[in-house]
């Protein structure tokens, strides 16, 4: 969305652009590694904290390990008397796994609907465009919690909706990137050689855009989080007794002052978890941005 | 130019219908019977058939999208189930206090967050430029009720006291009676909204002030000053409207999580009550409130984005 | 020497530390001219920008001496350059279209300088003065116009009244009239050619064009790699160049005068007959006929808008609205490429305009060229190989360039590429839409060179489509001339260029630069 007007100094040494490349230069600003080494601490910890709270602590995610706000153990009890460290260790498996799955929903869907509207062209972008408007006159979790009103908190509505929602937002990306790409003469060949349409999109068009995706899965993964997280954090997301973040933090803010552990560990974990994704996101943002710049040189 | 306004508008009034019609059709996707469920298991047949006739649910689904939307226009947006009052008097009740807060939130980040942008483009790349862009990324990536959840930690609880973390006053009081309950929700918005602002004021003053004319301009001899107000800062108007009205329409759904965050008596909190109960007239009102509300400020944002472009503006005679 | 102008031992590298100019010295006189040419990516935008005292983003000086009129410009604070900018030393960009502030009227732009500066009379005289000077209205309507209200060539002339508003002692001009088509291009070089005599101006012409050198330079400074490797009068550089990269840039200057033998008269193998073509109220194409016969080669000449590259995407089928036929050997074909059989698809060929936008940036050389083969032939994985490295010898590309990407070809390398792609099916009929608009000069000549041989050896027919006239003698048979949407004038190149029939035939003819 953002086509930076680079400046016009001719640079003849600038090296030529390679494939794959795109990673490496993102991997030359800072806060890529930043970003890596927060989302990889988090990540460790969803998916190896169900497994490993048990083994440390000696208790499960619900079990009653000692009266309320006790302070033993590492970071002690919550109002019920569950382990906070074992509750936390635990909380981020779901929200991981239900924010990638919606992202992936979310790209995959997204990316098509671009592609198609961007190089199709004509009256199936403009009625493409057109729901796109639709959808986007919502803000997303308005119509997160639209769907729970009728259908109810369940995990698979969760993906569904986020990922859904993220779609059009993708599409408007894909479809920018595509009619950027379409417009060049190595389109035009393909079609003088009468390569099928499938093809175009796939073969010509995809691998001229995913500078532009790869931005935006670090971005909609950054999204994903904050929405799922919230929707449990209103209390409409992943439901009790469920160990989760979002949910943690609902649950023991009431006793904040008491037992600040319950809150601000999922509180940490979550921050670190989307500033991690979005920083990543960034260097892959300037990287693309940089790579522009090559090629208009 | 009034052509192009015209059809936007157009648009809008096109787009805002179809909202209408998925937000009434959620509901139809709605298991069971609502007069069932406002009587309970125990009513009669005689009774369901009363409301259901009460709620004209015994007629054909466009005659009740018609009543629906007929009620939009009337001001009768229906019955509550939980509350057994009308819908209108629920939201009335509330919907000044979340105004008071969205307006407040805007008045305070939309020149914050343009104000940053320039200066962070300004001093592209030095320390200053650095800092901003930073601070503003790592907190854009925040959810809301994360920094709502930090700034009670740090303001209100566990580090210093100083503004207290809830809202006492109960619905369709009026909120600003005790200012200091309306800080820390105020202070939340600024910040879920002002990075965006920040960035994107940054990003377009960064493209303009590398374009040509702006080169142009300084190669003419012009004033470093007359240079970004005259040359550079117009150009971002477009552009940067866009993203404010964006973000905008965004806190009328970012309203939602504070507001139930801080107890605030907004219609926030109401459409999260009447999620968890079900309470479907009552979503239905608030969602196309908030659609609504959405609309038409990128409406406006568009249209400020015509008045804006010269190119569009001399095509007046077409 | 008094020069008004004089930069000694001028060195100039990136932050990084790479250097963009080194050494580099020149002197302008007053009422002279001084040419400075380079290629692309030679430094002398940065020499010629250096003169106000401004370097671009990620520039910095690192030695030498900038002198106007006596000052030291590069000693002078940001507010001693600002005074200078503008008033004693002018600039005008290349792109007025992207120099021009879009949202202001030209007439404040314009004044803005004047006002800027400080003037003793009134700014709104001056500025209808300066309109004036440069052909232009100046009444009071015409100034409250936009940028995006005038033509390109209305816009150069706009940039150059801003420049000599504030009668400056020294003018750098960027390639005033790149983009420009060339009957502008000749109005604009009197109008600066007339403004710097009158005014006994010093002006640095910045340029790649030596034919627009000769029109218009005193002197020449030849740019190459950052440095200046020669320097003398315009006319000695012309005639007796003594470096071998000026020979190289003099060489590469098509000549009109050219000779080439005219083919006998054949039934034609390709044959656009009543093509039209519109969009809307805009008529592109008015019933243009035009033939290709076997072996033969038509130049088809016009300027930008003229329509050219549509009729040339018509014959090829990436234009389907188009009421006419195009016919290949005698028999019809559809208007949409999808429509036509793989033969005829295989026997008409189109090379794009720009090589940096015809080949997919992640597709290797070979897999690009290989895309033909495999829609258009049965041809078995090993075959399309083999045929692939067959064509890539063919224009003189060399296999070893085959796996490589289009980001590490040069501009030339990959018209080469596209060529191959062209012919790697063996075409009756090779379309070549501005092939060479896009290169550097010095590459030019070696694209133009190659398709000559190439036509020569495997004898096709091609319809060359090109804005420069001087290329007509060095590759056809035939000329055809378009001007808006109509064929004009058509003939054996020889009678075109000696005795043109069509006053915008004579008038392109007049406006193209020679040396």
Redesign the interface.
């Known amino acids: 969305m953002t086509a930076v007007e680079l400046p016009r100094t001719a640079t003849p040494d600038a090296p030529p652009a390679r494939p794959g490349g795109l990673f490496r230069t993102a991997w030359t600003f800072p806060q890529a590694k930043i970003g890596t080494a927060l989302t990889l601490v988090v990540v460790l910890i969803a998916v190896l904290g169900p497994w490993l709270g048990p083994v440390l602590t000696g208790h499960t995610t619900t079990d009653f390990a000692g009266k309320p706000f006790k302070h033993d153990g590492v970071f002690g009890t919550d109002g019920l008397g569950r382990d906070v460290l074992t509750r936390f260790l635990a909380g981020g498996t779901t929200l991981l796994l239900y924010a990638v799955l919606a992202t992936v929903l979310g790209i995959v869907v997204g990316a098509l609907l671009g592609m198609v509207a961007g190089y199709g062209g004509g009256r199936l972008d403009g009625l493409l465009m057109r729901g796109n408007d639709v959808l986007l006159s919502f803000p997303q979790l308005v119509i997160a919690l639209l769907a729970i009103a009728v259908i109810g908190p369940e995990g698979w509505l969760l993906v569904l909706l986020i990922g859904l929602t993220h779609a059009p937002r993708t599409a408007r990306v894909a479809r920018q990137a595509t009619v950027a790409v379409a417009g060049h003469d190595y389109i035009r060949a393909a079609e003088m050689y009468a390569v099928p349409r499938s093809q175009i999109l796939l073969r010509e068009i995809l691998p001229n855009i995913t500078g532009p995706l790869m931005v935006e899965i670090g971005l909609r993964l950054t999204y994903s989080i904050g929405y799922i997280a919230s929707l449990s954090f209103l209390g409409l997301g992943i439901q009790p007794p469920s160990a989760d973040w979002g949910l943690m933090i609902n649950e023991n803010r009431i006793a904040l002052v008491v037992q600040p552990w319950g809150v601000l560990l999922p509180v940490l974990a979550i921050a670190a978890l989307t500033v991690g994704t979005n920083l990543v996101a960034d260097a892959l943002a300037s990287a693309a941005a940089g790579r522009k710049r090559e090629a208009r040189a | 130019m009034t052509g192009l306004i015209l059809r936007r508008l157009l648009?809008s009034v096109l787009?805002?219908w179809?909202?209408s019609l998925?937000?009434f059709v959620?509901?139809l996707?709605?298991p069971g019977d609502p007069a069932r469920a406002i009587l309970g298991q125990q009513a009669t047949p005689e009774r369901i058939a009363a409301l259901q006739h009460q709620l004209h649910l015994d007629l054909p689904v466009w005659q009740r999208y018609l009543d629906w939307l007929g009620g939009l226009f009337t001001g009768d947006l229906g019955t509550s189930t939980s509350t057994q009052g009308p819908v209108t008097a629920l939201i009335g009740d509330r919907i000044s206090a979340s105004l008071v807060l969205l307006v407040v939130a805007a008045v305070l980040a939309t020149p914050l967050g343009l104000g940053l942008g320039t200066w962070s483009s300004i001093r592209r790349d030095r320390a200053t430029d650095q800092a901003i862009s930073?601070v503003s990324?790592?907190i854009?990536?925040?959810?809301?009720?994360?920094i709502g959840?930090?700034l009670?930690?740090l303001l209100s609880?566990?580090v210093f006291k100083i503004f207290p973390s809830v809202t006492i006053t109960p619905p369709g009081e009026a909120v600003w009676r005790q200012p200091a309950q309306l800080v820390l929700p105020v202070l939340t918005l600024v910040l879920v909204v002002t990075p965006y602002i920040t960035r994107?004021m940054r990003?377009?003053m960064?493209?303009?002030l590398?374009?040509?004319?702006v080169?142009?301009?300084?190669?003419?001899?012009?004033?470093?000053r007359?240079v970004l107000v005259?040359?550079a800062l117009?150009?971002a108007i477009g552009p940067v409207a866009q993203v404010v009205a964006l973000q905008l329409?965004?806190l009328?759904?970012?309203v939602?999580?504070v507001e139930?965050?801080f107890r605030y008596p907004g219609i926030g909190q109401a459409?999260?009550d009447?999620?968890?109960k079900?309470?479907?007239a009552v979503?239905?009102a608030i969602?196309l409130l908030?659609?609504g509300v959405?609309?038409v400020v990128?409406l406006l944002a568009d249209v400020v984005g015509i008045l804006?472009?010269?190119?569009l503006r001399?095509e007046a005679g077409r | 020497m008094n020069a008004a102008l004089e930069v000694t031992g001028l060195a100039v590298s990136t932050v990084a530390g790479s250097p963009v100019l080194s050494d580099v010295s020149f002197a302008v006189a007053p009422g002279e001219v001084l040419a400075l040419v380079g290629e692309s990516g030679s430094g002398k935008t940065t020499a010629g920008l250096a003169a106000l005292g401004h370097f671009r983003r990620g520039l910095a000086v690192s030695g030498g001496q900038v002198t106007v009129g006596g000052v030291d410009v590069l000693s002078l604070d940001i507010g001693g350059r600002r005074r200078l900018r503008g008033s004693t030393v002018a600039y005008i960009p290349q792109d007025p279209a992207l120099s021009l502030n879009p949202a202001l009227r030209i007439g404040l732009q314009i004044a803005e300088v004047v006002e800027t500066h400080g003037y003793e009379g009134s700014v709104d005289d001056r500025v209808g003065e300066v309109l004036e000077e440069v052909g232009l209205p100046s009444d009071a309507r015409y100034r409250r116009r936009y940028p995006h209200q005038l033509s390109g060539g209305q816009q150069q002339r706009v940039g150059i009244a801003m420049a000599f508003a504030c009668r400056p002692a020294v003018v750098v001009l960027d390639e005033p009239t790149t983009g420009l088509d060339v009957v502008t291009q000749a109005l604009v070089l009197k109008t600066v050619r007339a403004l710097t005599a009158e005014h006994g101006v010093a002006a640095l012409y910045i340029t790649h064009d030596l034919a627009v050198v000769a029109e218009i330079a005193d002197r020449v400074a030849v740019m190459y790699h950052g440095e200046i490797v020669e320097c003398g009068p315009a006319v000695s550089v012309l005639r007796s160049p003594s470096h071998a990269y000026t020979r190289r840039l003099l060489d590469a200057v098509p000549d009109p005068g050219a000779t080439s033998v005219p083919p006998p008269p054949e039934d034609p193998l390709l044959a656009a007959t009543g093509v039209s073509v519109s969009y809307g109220q805009n008529v592109v194409l008015r019933g243009v006929d035009v033939s290709v016969a076997r072996g033969e080669c038509l130049l088809l000449l016009g300027e930008s808008g003229s329509g050219k590259t549509t009729l040339s995407q018509c014959i090829a089928g990436l234009t389907h609205s188009y009421s006419g036929t195009v016919s290949l050997a005698g028999t019809g074909l559809a208007a949409a490429t999808r429509h036509r059989t793989d033969e005829q698809r295989r026997r008409i060929q189109y090379v794009f305009q720009s090589p940096f936008s015809s080949l997919n940036p992640r597709k290797t050389v070979a897999q690009s060229i290989e895309v033909p083969l495999t829609q258009l032939t049965s041809m078995s994985r090993s075959e399309r190989r083999a045929r692939v490295g067959e064509v890539l010898d063919r224009v003189r590309l060399g296999r070893a360039l085959a796996d490589r990407l289009p980001d590490q070809l040069s501009g030339g390398e990959r018209q080469r590429a596209a060529i191959a792609r062209a012919l790697v099916t063996t075409p009756d009929v090779l379309v070549c839409d501005e092939v060479t608009s896009a290169l550097d000069v010095s590459v030019q000549a070696t694209i133009v060179e190659l398709l000559g041989e190439l036509r020569r050896e495997l004898g096709m027919a091609m319809l060359f489509v090109t804005h420069n006239i001087a290329l007509a003698g060095e590759v056809a048979d035939r000329i055809a001339v378009l001007q808006g949407g109509s064929i004009v004038e058509e003939g054996p190149v020889r009678t075109v260029l000696d005795s043109p029939s069509h006053a915008y035939t004579r008038e392109l003819l007049a406006a193209t630069p020679r040396l």
């Not at chain 2, 590398?210 to 004319?213: E, L, V």
């Not at chain 2, 080169?215 to 470093?224: P, W």
Request: charged content about 15%; glycine content about 8%.
């Open positions: 648009v787009v805002l179809v909202v998925l937000v959620a509901t996707l709605l930073g990324l790592v854009a990536a925040l959810p809301e009720f994360v959840v930090a009670v930690v609880t566990t994107m990003a377009t960064n493209e303009v590398d374009s040509g004319y080169e142009m301009a300084r190669l003419k001899g012009v004033r470093e007359t005259r040359h117009p150009h329409a965004w009328a759904g970012g939602v999580v139930f965050l459409l999260i009447a999620v968890g079900r309470d479907v979503v239905q969602t908030i659609a959405y609309i990128n804006a472009d010269p190119k001399t």
